[in-house]
């Protein structure tokens, strides 16, 4: 067999455990939907170790360009997960745990 037809083992890509992962919630003052949010993902990180952040469109023209019609806005390590409503399984699930 040919080294161009032979077939080779990749190894597997580890698991990215959920304390390796950083959840950063997009929102703003006063929006209810917000703080709806900021408790699902706080209790979510605490329970799997992920670390998470908040920042506020209101302080950042990039972000309030980018979403200020989807707040609030949840991302996992700089990809959009999802935005207005959090489902803490969903999370949990992108988080791996």
């Known amino acids: 067999m040919t080294p161009l037809l032979r ?9 990215v455990r959920p304390v390796d992962r950083l959840v950063t919630l997009i929102g703003k003052p006063g929006c209810h939907l917000c703080d709806d949010a900021r408790a699902v993902v706080e209790s979510v990180c605490a329970e799997t170790g992920a670390a998470w952040e908040e920042k506020d469109i209101t302080e950042d023209e990039a972000l309030h360009k980018e979403y200020w019609e989807q707040i609030p806005v949840v991302l996992i390590d700089g990809a959009q997960h999802t935005f207005w409503r959090v489902d803490p399984v969903r999370l949990r699930s992108a988080l791996g745990a």
Do not use: I, L, V
């Open 7 to 15: 077939r080779t083992k990749k190894p597997a890509p580890s698991p």
